[in-house]
């Protein structure tokens, strides 16, 4: 197993190798995936409190004390929408979470070049995840719950945070962007020149 994710992630790396490269690289990608290690564990820490409050391991979880907006995490958190997996919505959300973490930690820094395929999987899947978060956030809480979850609310800014950091490393995976960041630019093609006609032969009288 190991050697089948380190070829498939890292080829021709050792294990020395990797871990100096991915502790000590200084490049503005490994600073974006960072940044998604980072979220992730927030948007995890949120949804450990969730899960914890859903399972029953703590009967309650504090609100912040408003009025407007409305939070309420109990009512939030306990609709038949968040059991209707099969399981809670919390654990599965914390899994998304970690999924985005071992992407954005997955192979050397300049695997756009070597592996384009993992930073490509890492877009598509943060981005149906803020895709799931949005309906939540703009539709389910303020128009279904009528009532707002405060660790929902964190959850689904990790999720959108997650998705736009990890776009410019795919932009250079597609080919969208060079090494540096910019626009390759357009090859122009030459311009066609007009063949001039033939010139007719004289006919001497």
């Given at each position: 197993?190991?050697?089948?994710?380190?070829?498939?992630?890292?080829?021709?790396?050792?294990?020395?190798?990797?871990?100096?490269?991915?502790?000590?690289?200084?490049?503005?990608?490994?600073?974006?995936?960072?940044?998604?290690?980072?979220?992730?564990?927030?948007?995890?820490?949120?949804?450990?409190?969730?899960?914890?409050?859903?399972?029953?391991?703590?009967?309650?979880?504090?609100?912040?004390?408003?009025?407007?907006?409305?939070?309420?995490?109990?009512?939030?958190?306990?609709?038949?929408?968040?059991?209707?997996?099969?399981?809670?919505?919390?654990?599965?959300?914390?899994?998304?979470?970690?999924?985005?973490?071992?992407?954005?930690?997955?192979?050397?820094?300049?695997?756009?070049?070597?592996r384009p395929w993992i930073?490509?999987?890492?877009?598509?899947?943060?981005?149906?995840?803020?895709?799931?978060?949005?309906?939540?956030?703009?539709?389910?809480?303020?128009?279904?719950?009528?009532?707002?979850?405060?660790?929902?609310?964190?959850?689904?800014?990790?999720?959108?945070?997650?998705?736009?950091?990890?776009?410019?490393?795919?932009?250079?995976?597609?080919?969208?962007?060079?090494?540096?960041?910019?626009?390759?630019?357009?090859?122009?093609?030459?311009?066609?020149?007009?063949?001039?006609?033939?010139?007719?032969?004289?006919?001497?009288?």
């Open positions: 197993m190991k050697q089948y994710l380190m070829e498939a992630t890292s080829p021709g790396y050792t294990p020395e190798r990797l871990k100096t490269r991915m502790r000590h690289d200084r490049s503005r990608d490994m600073a974006y995936r960072r940044a998604i290690v980072a979220t992730s564990l927030v948007g995890m820490a949120s949804m450990a409190f969730v899960t914890l409050f859903q399972t029953g391991a703590l009967r309650r979880l504090p609100d912040p004390p408003t009025r407007r907006p409305h939070f309420d995490t109990a009512k939030v958190n306990t609709s038949d929408e968040a059991y209707s997996y099969g399981m809670p919505d919390g654990p599965l959300t914390l899994s998304m979470h970690a999924a985005n973490l071992s992407l954005a930690a997955a192979g050397p820094p300049e695997r756009w070049r070597e930073p490509v999987a890492a877009s598509a899947f943060s981005g149906a995840q803020a895709a799931v978060a949005a309906q939540y956030l703009f539709y389910r809480m303020p128009f279904v719950d009528r009532a707002w979850c405060p660790y929902c609310v964190v959850d689904a800014l990790a999720h959108f945070a997650s998705f736009g950091l990890s776009l410019p490393e795919t932009a250079k995976a597609l080919g969208l962007v060079d090494a540096r960041g910019a626009t390759p630019p357009r090859r122009r093609r030459p311009p066609v020149r007009a063949e001039s006609a033939p010139a007719r032969p004289r006919l001497d009288r």
